[in-house]
Nanobody
Framework: QVQLVESGGGLVQAGGSLRLSCAAS????????MGWFRQAPGKEREFVAA????????YYADSVKDRFTISRDNAKNTVYLQMNSLKPEDTAVYYC??????????????????WGQGTQVTVSS
């Protein structure tokens, strides 16, 4: 059984930064691509960023490109999301997820199998 636990969320002013972490259980973490999604109240879950198993390639939603950075440390079974220049529209619950199947469809939540419980990020104006 795989468990993903997010942390690092909180309340921040617009223009500020937060770093989210997602710690994974299991010995096969380094074999899988990982992604971050977010969901605001009343909205569908949307793709934020993803990273390949080696960390060699990353993918971002246009709305966060050049502001957010996804990274991973396979020795620590952890994936990170560094969020800079935060905006009120970034307010959401942020989830990390595991992508078990190789495909170029990084943005669909149906491509991911295990999910964390989420961490709240609130950006005040």
């Amino acid at each position: 059984q795989v468990q993903l636990v997010e942390s690092g969320g909180g309340l921040v002013q617009a223009g500020g930064s937060l770093r989210l972490s997602c710690a994974a259980s299991g010995r096969t973490f380094s074999s899988y691509a990982m992604g971050w999604f977010r969901q605001a109240p009343g909205k569908e879950r949307e793709f934020v960023a993803a990273i390949t198993w080696s960390g060699g390639r990353t993918y971002y939603a246009d709305s966060v490109k050049d502001r957010f950075t996804i990274s991973r440390d396979n020795a620590k079974n952890t994936v990170y999301l560094q969020m800079n220049s935060l905006k009120p529209e970034d307010t959401a619950v942020y989830y990390c997820a595991r992508k078990p199947v190789f495909s170029m469809n990084w943005g669909s939540p149906y491509q991911y199998d295990y999910w964390g419980q989420g961490t709240q990020v609130t950006v005040s104006s």
